[in-house]
């Protein structure tokens, strides 16, 4: 009888493990379009992007849902965002608005987190003198530069305060029972926007 080396039961065996694993490949995401090798495995380049690359202008942003403009996909991150905003929400409200909203036939909506607000800031773009950083084709218009957008971050030094976005690329925390700030005499109600995916944190 031959001897079998360790080396051999040990490539066997990883070998049976990792199969299984490539052949489902394909699984990871079923929103991706069939495979251009027309087998059952997707490659690495064929799998969607999650935050790892930059898409400029107008191709960037993509209709969601039913197509009619009721949601968008942002294809940098992959977040679905809500076209209704809300305006002059305290912190518990804008949550609640999330929660409960149904846009394109769809729920399961929430607030989103901090991180995913200032993804959406255009770094190429000049905040200087309270310049609008908004992404070029971003679909939802009425945008104002000032108007701090709630997110679901909670200020971890004080739970009292939640973290807000604005597109003049200022991040700062604010008491949850605002609903408006003050910059240079004119008021600005705090802003609302909700997102689809699956969770980015606690």
């Known amino acids: 009888m031959k001897r079998v080396s360790r080396m051999m039961v040990t490539a066997t065996t990883l070998a049976a493990l990792v199969l299984p694993t490539a052949l489902y490949a394909g699984m990871l995401d079923p929103g991706a379009p069939p495979p251009t090798s027309g087998g059952t495995m997707r490659s690495l380049d064929e799998l969607k992007p999650a935050w790892d690359q930059i898409i400029p202008g107008a191709p960037r942003f993509v209709n969601a849902l039913d197509h009619t403009g009721v949601a968008f996909l942002d294809k940098e991150t992959g977040l679905v965002w809500s076209s209704s905003i809300y305006y002059s929400d305290a912190w518990e409200a804008a949550m609640e608005y999330c929660t409960t909203l149904n846009s394109g036939g769809r729920e399961g909506w929430r607030l989103p987190t901090i991180e995913e607000l200032s993804s959406l800031l255009d770094g190429?773009?000049?905040?200087?003198?309270?310049?609008?950083?908004?992404?070029?084709?971003?679909?939802?218009?009425?945008?104002?530069?000032?108007?701090?957008?709630?997110?679901?971050?909670?200020?971890?030094?004080?739970?009292?305060?939640?973290?807000?976005?604005?597109?003049?690329?200022?991040i700062a925390h604010m008491t949850k029972t605002n609903t408006s700030i003050v910059v240079g005499g004119t008021i600005f109600n705090m802003g609302t926007v909700c997102v689809r995916s699956g969770q980015q944190g606690p």
């Open 124 to 170: 190429t773009v000049s905040t200087i003198f309270g310049g609008n950083a908004i992404p070029t084709g971003f679909p939802i218009s009425n945008i104002y530069a000032f108007t701090p957008w709630w997110s679901s971050s909670v200020f971890s030094a004080d739970a009292s305060n939640a973290w807000t976005f604005s597109f003049t690329g200022s």
